[in-house]
């Protein structure tokens, strides 16, 4: 294949150095290596370079985390390893927000402006760092140094998955020991000696974000009225967190792990889905689909190899439940992947992890390694007879990678774009075989399921919403923290768990779901959080966000901050959502900014319309509930209800 590489400038020994501890060293001049004798008579590569797709991502991190950014002499050289034209190499690399194609400085600092953020002071936090370090991302366009006289280059960022910490950052910092760092709460002088001093934050402690654990180990506690967990009761995804050492597979055991596993081989793979079907398991991504209906679609194929993926990137504005339950019980997500490796018949999977939690994926990584070592992983897991892996892939900032198809073409190398359905993933997913993906809360989730047995996990919570549910409450509440209850709590029974609305004031407003979910006012506190509950409200549970507004929130800046996170973060693919979240956007910054055209109610009409695309048209669940959440905020009043 003639890759036409056009790179003025050839990768430098840094580069490529990055990129062959990825790939290994290259064989011959077919795979960018020294020319040797036979290279004239032969061609190498073909099938076998290009099945090592796959990799693209991951030499595309290597690269940037050694320089701070990817030249085109660096991308030519990748796309020589794996054969892959660099058009489409080029493709990938600029779609994903992590990765840099420009020339850009060593160490950049995102500071997250998102929803949750923001109601906690983002923007002043981003007025500090604009007076202490200059105006966002100031660097030079020819050689990425920064402009602003400092050596610091930061810049906006969507949510960071620390919502329950107030303001944060992460920061990349290129040819470091530590490269990626995450701040929270964060302030400028923090930035500056992270960056100075290569000062990494003092560890959170296990359970940190998750206030019920206190109230559970302190029932006398005079702290704000805390709901106690529910972990005494007979399911709890949260029993472990704070008891277990994250990093001890011996802790883990301790507490029983692995034991679920265990009953699951005793149980055959078959027995397996049927526990997961008698407990009415139902996905917690947000699609609410059963659960055995994935598995036993993937099992029951004759096709081979099978795939199970984990959907660990979190990255819905609010949601840090996924973040809480892998920094803190590691183990539990390799033992709930096994199983589901094992029923579905597959022999290897893999855990997508968002580029924004590298404490996460280092725990991940260090927990499958450990498994791996004392026989839960390999070729004879635990004796049972199957054998079974799993891989941990790191995303690069795409909010879009979270739909299930576009996760499977970032983890096979390439834009994360959905796929068309059908084929659905359990009949063609990666690498064109069956695959089941769930997320890391349904996988938890199997494991109590395994644990009291399907038919007792069916009588928790509803009859058709099942065991418990995770709700990361964020905002202007006293104790922001995840929180479990069992479905069917009420919405104000949540709030009141955390504390109230903080300082007590009158409660404007919540968003429940996330930026894709929907505002409901205080006239909704007593709506059940069932999937069926929210459903007859018109509302969400969506990812579990429970973002609490006091009267002193500005909602309509809140919801451009919204309009423009579905702007930035369409994948451009579909007509419907590359344009009607630009027009959405437009629109809200017409009526930020009192410029309407012609009135508000032609404004509030436009936009019902704009909406009645995006939901109708779109070809993934990105752009269907693109303008979810500025709807129900114009029916609330919230924006609009005045010329």
Same mark, same amino acid.
């Given at each position: 294949m003639d890759l036409r590489l056009t790179a003025k400038a050839p990768a430098t020994g !840094?580069?490529?150095?990055?990129?062959?501890?990825?790939? %290994? =060293?290259?064989?011959?001049?077919?795979?960018?290596?020294?020319?040797?004798?036979?290279?004239?008579?032969?061609a190498l590569g073909g099938h076998a370079a290009r099945a090592r797709r796959e990799h693209l991502m991951t030499a595309l991190h290597a690269i940037q985390e050694k320089v701070g950014w990817i030249s085109p002499g660096a991308l030519d050289y990748v796309a020589e390893r794996l054969t892959v034209p660099p058009a489409e190499?080029?493709?990938?690399?600029?779609?994903?927000?992590?990765?840099?194609?420009?020339?850009?400085?060593?160490?950049? &600092?995102?500071?997250?402006?998102?929803?949750?953020?923001?109601?906690?002071?983002?923007?002043a936090l981003c007025a500090e760092m604009a007076h202490r370090f200059g105006p966002e991302g100031t660097v030079s366009e020819s050689t990425g140094a920064s402009l602003n006289g400092t050596g610091v280059t930061w810049q906006r960022s969507p949510c960071l998955g620390k919502c329950d910490r107030g303001s944060a950052a992460l920061i990349q910092?290129?040819?470091?020991?530590?490269?990626?760092?995450?701040l929270a709460p964060v302030t400028p002088d923090a930035v500056w000696d992270a960056l100075t001093t290569g000062a990494v934050p003092a560890e959170v402690p296990v359970g940190a974000g998750v206030p019920q654990l206190a109230a559970r180990a302190?029932?006398?506690?005079?702290?704000?009225?805390?709901?106690?967990? =529910?972990?005494?009761?007979?399911?709890?995804?949260?029993?472990?967190?704070?008891?277990?050492?994250?990093?001890?597979?011996?802790?883990?055991?301790?507490?029983?792990?692995?034991?679920?596993?265990?009953?699951?081989?005793?149980?055959?793979?078959?027995?397996?889905?049927?526990e997961v079907r008698d407990a009415k398991l139902l996905g917690r991504g947000g699609a609410a689909f059963p659960t055995h209906i994935k598995w036993n679609a993937v099992a029951s194929s004759p096709v081979r190899q099978k795939y199970v993926v984990c959907n660990a990137d979190e990255s819905e504005p609010g949601t840090f439940k996924d973040r809480v339950l892998m920094e803190g019980d590691p183990y539990a997500l390799v033992e709930a992947l096994t199983v589901m490796g094992y029923a579905c018949g597959a022999e290897q999977g893999y855990i997508?992890?968002?580029?924004?939690?590298?404490?996460?994926?280092?725990?991940?990584?260090?927990?499958?390694?450990?498994?791996?070592?004392?026989?839960?992983?390999?070729?004879?897991?635990?004796?049972g007879g199957f054998a079974f892996d799993i891989e941990v892939r790191r995303g690069a900032g795409a909010y879009i990678a979270g739909e299930e198809t576009a996760l499977i073409n970032s983890l096979e190398g390439k834009r994360a774009e959905p796929r068309n359905k059908p084929p659905f993933p359990a009949q063609e997913g990666l690498f064109g075989k069956p695959t089941v993906i769930n997320n890391v809360e349904t996988l938890f989730s199997v494991l109590e399921v395994l644990r009291v047995g399907g038919p007792a996990f069916a009588t928790v919570g509803t009859p058709e919403?099942?065991?418990?549910?995770?709700?990361?409450?964020?905002?202007?509440?006293?104790?922001? %923290?995840?929180?479990?209850?069992?479905? %069917?709590?009420?919405?104000?029974?949540?709030? !009141?768990g955390a504390g109230g609305v903080a300082g007590g004031r009158p409660l404007q407003a919540v968003l429940l779901g996330g930026a894709a979910g929907v505002f409901v006012g205080p006239e909704a506190l007593d709506m059940p959080l069932t999937f069926e509950g929210v459903r007859a409200a018109e509302a969400t549970l969506g990812s579990g966000v429970?973002?609490?507004?006091? !009267?002193? &929130?500005?909602?309509?800046?809140?919801?451009?901050?919204?309009?423009? $996170? $579905?702007? !930035?973060?369409?994948?451009?693919?579909?007509?419907?959502?590359?344009? %009607?979240?630009?027009?959405?956007?437009e629109l809200l910054a017409r009526l930020n900014g009192g410029t309407v055209l012609g009135s508000v109610a032609t404004e509030l009409s436009l936009l019902k319309d704009i909406g009645y695309v995006t939901r109708d048209a779109s070809i993934c669940g990105l752009g269907q509930t693109a303008t979810s959440a500025v709807e129900s905020a114009v029916k609330l009043g919230l924006i609009g209800a005045r010329e």
């Open positions: !840094d580069e490529r150095a990055a990129v062959d501890e990825v790939l %290994g =060293p290259p064989s011959s001049q077919w795979e960018g290596g020294e020319r040797r004798a036979e290279d004239a008579h032969m190499a080029y493709g990938v690399a600029s779609f994903y927000a992590m990765f840099r194609t420009a020339p850009s400085p060593g160490a950049v &600092v995102h500071v997250c402006d998102d929803v949750a953020c923001r109601v906690a002071g983002a923007e910092q290129a040819g470091a020991a530590v490269p990626r760092r995450e302190e029932p006398d506690s005079t702290s704000p009225d805390i709901a106690a967990s =529910p972990a005494a009761g007979p399911v709890s995804l949260l029993r472990r967190l704070g008891r277990v050492d994250p990093a001890s597979l011996g802790s883990y055991r301790a507490a029983g792990g692995y034991e679920m596993l265990r009953r699951a081989i005793e149980l055959g793979p078959q027995g397996v889905i049927r997508y992890v968002r580029g924004e939690y590298p404490e996460a994926e280092a725990r991940l990584a260090h927990a499958i390694e450990t498994a791996r070592t004392h026989g839960f992983l390999g070729a004879d897991v635990m004796g919403s099942t065991g418990t549910r995770l709700f990361c409450l964020s905002g202007c509440v006293a104790v922001p %923290g995840l929180y479990e209850y069992d479905f %069917g709590v009420t919405l104000r029974e949540v709030i !009141d429970v973002l609490v507004l006091d !009267d002193t &929130v500005s909602v309509p800046g809140l919801l451009r901050r919204i309009a423009q $996170f $579905f702007r !930035d973060e369409s994948c451009g693919q579909c007509v419907p959502c590359r344009v %009607g979240t630009v027009r959405q956007e």
